[in-house]
């Protein structure tokens, strides 16, 4: 637990703030695009369906293109390398790794792209597939016998999907929030709870280990690996606790990335559910952001739809935003209660308490909760609530005479600011996340750690709540 004093560093060391940062720093060159009515960003390319390889991209504004989107490619591979060499550096990733590693997984994503929108292929399985490969060539090149340090240090998929989310922001408007936003935030308080306590008698019952199965049961009740290392910080719990979880929901995040999203695009083409429900199903029941955001995505690119994407990222921040206050309940459980019982009990046995070895108890300080708040969120809301006041800035002002001023304001700014701005990155920082997931989720941690118990036990939390989770969403956004 925090002492109460601010580790000032953590604003330069830590991924979740370079997240805000660079998000923010992406952002504005987007925004100013609009007042200068030059598009900043708008040379990133998408790919796209093709049968001439040399339109298998698209630049967002024609006029950018650099003689080639092949070109751009280029460009883009180095602007992004290098913007990001910085703070992988202070991270704690080496130049040189970083250039190898970054190429790697950049140039491994646009080829998995390239593939999939051969028009042929992208007919039968759709351009969405293209982050479905990234993962499995991912999980492949990650599953090598020996996979180089250098490689796995690059390969930061939440880092990626962390600023990609500060980005998505300025796509989610005041009128998505007020459609959704009460309903989401409703649904994530309602579910987090009854999926935490489900989980811990099942992890009980595996592994008979009350500090693990509290540990596991946030990481699949909440939103895994940072939550699960939040709640081992909380209890004092030994630090092979996260990571024999965190292996646990990486591995079952990847699985679920291959078949949730498509489960979901199946059945919302059925008529069976809503694209809100396929999206808020994906934020509750895939338990990383990367992960989580993904899948997101590829329902919204399946369904033609923005909504699942808007609906599935809102769910998933919404549940981030108690990981610092279920960190601070669990060390008051465990302060005043848990290890004053425990203490209680040796002392009946005769025998002299003994600490878990380098884990130093502290009294829980409100300060956890800031520590704990994971800072990206922060960006996400801020580019939200920017682009809102400028489109509601301009109905008021300039479109004020129009029929519709908000319509008319949302078709001036979403075009400049998000469509050729915010969002060739955010998508391209998508496609990254997939190939760093894949390279992240190596399955010989199973056998290393030795937790088949563990293993099975997450396995069937994980369906109980990707159950629960089906019914939750449908129920707050019915067909």
Same mark, same amino acid.
């Given at each position: 637990?925090?002492?109460g004093k601010?580790?000032?560093?953590?604003?330069?060391?830590?991924?979740?703030w370079w997240?805000?940062?660079?998000?923010?720093?992406l952002?504005?060159?987007?925004?100013?695009g609009f007042?200068?009515y030059?598009?900043a960003?708008?040379?990133?390319?998408m790919w796209?369906?093709?049968?001439?390889?040399?339109?298998?991209f698209?630049v967002? &504004?024609p006029?950018?293109?650099?003689g080639?989107?092949?070109?751009?490619l280029?460009?883009?591979?180095l602007v992004?390398m290098?913007?990001?060499a910085g703070p992988?550096?202070?991270i704690?990733?080496?130049f040189?790794?970083w250039?190898?590693?970054?190429s790697?997984?950049?140039w491994?994503?646009?080829?998995?792209a390239f593939?999939?929108g051969y028009k042929?292929?992208a007919?039968?399985?759709?351009?969405?597939?293209?982050?479905?490969l990234a993962?499995f060539?991912?999980m492949l090149l990650?599953n090598?016998p020996?996979?180089?340090?250098w490689?796995?240090?690059s390969a930061r998929?939440?880092?990626f999907?962390?600023t990609a989310?500060?980005?998505?922001?300025a796509? #989610?408007?005041f009128?998505?929030?007020?459609?959704?936003?009460?309903?989401?935030?409703?649904?994530?308080?309602?579910?987090f709870?009854?999926?935490?306590?489900?989980?811990f008698?099942i992890?009980?019952?595996?592994?008979r &280990?009350t500090?693990l199965?509290?540990?596991?049961?946030?990481?699949?009740g909440?939103c895994?690996v940072?939550?699960?290392i939040?709640?081992a910080?909380?209890?004092?719990?030994?630090?092979i606790?996260?990571?024999?979880v965190?292996a646990?929901?990486l591995?079952?995040?990847?699985?679920?990335l291959?078949?949730?999203?498509?489960v979901?695009?199946?059945?919302?083409?059925a008529?069976?559910?809503s694209?809100a429900?396929?999206?808020a199903w994906?934020g509750?029941s895939v338990?990383?952001d990367?992960a989580a955001?993904a899948s997101?995505?590829?329902v919204?690119?399946?369904v033609?739809?923005?909504?699942?994407?808007?609906?599935?990222?809102m769910?998933?921040?919404?549940?981030?935003i108690?990981i610092g206050?279920?960190?601070?309940v669990?060390?008051l459980i465990?302060?005043?209660?848990?290890e004053?019982?425990r203490?209680?009990a040796?002392q009946r046995a005769?025998v002299e308490?003994k600490a878990?070895?380098?884990?130093?108890?502290?009294?829980?300080?409100?300060l956890?909760?800031?520590?704990r708040f994971p800072?990206?969120?922060?960006?996400?809301f801020f580019?939200?609530?920017?682009?809102?006041?400028?489109?509601?800035?301009l109905?008021g002002t300039v479109?004020a005479?129009q029929? &519709?001023p908000?319509d008319a304001?949302?078709?001036?700014?979403?075009?400049?600011?998000v469509?050729?701005g915010?969002?060739p990155?955010r998508?391209l920082?998508?496609?990254?996340t997939?190939?760093a997931?894949?390279? &992240?989720?190596?399955?010989?941690?199973?056998?290393?750690y030795?937790?088949w118990?563990?293993f099975?036990?997450?396995?069937?939390?994980?369906?109980i709540i #990707?159950?629960l989770?089906?019914? #939750?969403s449908t129920?707050?956004?019915p067909?």
């Open positions: 637990m925090s002492t601010i580790d000032w560093s953590s604003l330069w060391k830590k991924e979740d997240a805000l940062w660079l998000g923010l720093v952002f504005f060159y987007a925004f100013i007042w200068t030059a598009d960003l708008g040379w990133v390319p796209t369906k093709w049968t001439d390889p040399g339109k298998a698209a967002p &504004n006029k950018l293109v650099f080639s989107p092949w070109v751009n280029v460009v883009a591979w992004l290098l913007l990001l992988a550096k202070l704690g990733v080496k040189g790794d250039v190898k590693g970054f790697i997984i950049y491994l994503w646009w080829l998995c593939v999939i042929p292929i007919d039968v399985v759709t351009t969405e597939f293209a982050f479905t993962l060539v991912g990650g090598l020996r996979v180089p340090q490689l796995l240090g998929g939440e880092w999907i962390k989310i500060v980005l998505l922001g796509k #989610i408007l009128t998505d929030w007020i459609r959704y936003g009460g309903a989401v935030l409703t649904m994530v308080l309602m579910s709870p009854v999926f935490m306590l489900l989980a008698p992890f009980r019952l595996f592994t &280990n500090d199965s509290v540990v596991a049961a946030v990481g699949v909440v895994g940072s939550a699960s939040a709640a910080g909380a209890i004092g719990a030994p630090a606790y996260p990571t024999m965190s646990a929901i591995i079952y995040a990847a699985v679920e291959v078949i949730l999203p498509w979901g695009i199946s059945l919302v083409k008529g069976v559910m694209p429900a396929a999206g994906m509750l338990k990383t990367g955001a997101a995505e590829i919204a690119r399946g033609g739809s923005d909504v699942p994407l808007s609906v599935g990222v769910s998933k921040v919404l549940i981030d108690w206050v279920i960190a601070f669990l060390a465990w302060v005043f209660i848990v004053t019982r203490a209680a040796v005769g308490a878990n070895p380098g884990v130093e108890r502290r009294r829980p300080s409100p956890e909760l800031w520590f800072k990206f969120v922060l960006g996400y580019t939200s609530i920017v682009v809102s006041l400028l489109i509601m800035h109905a479109y005479s029929q &519709n908000v304001a949302t078709k001036a700014v979403v075009p400049v600011v469509n050729r915010t969002d990155f998508v920082l998508f496609g990254l997939f190939v997931i894949g390279i &992240n989720t190596r399955f010989s941690l199973m056998k290393q030795r937790v118990n563990l099975i036990a997450y396995g069937i939390a994980l369906l #990707i159950g989770a089906y019914l #939750i129920s707050f956004f067909k």
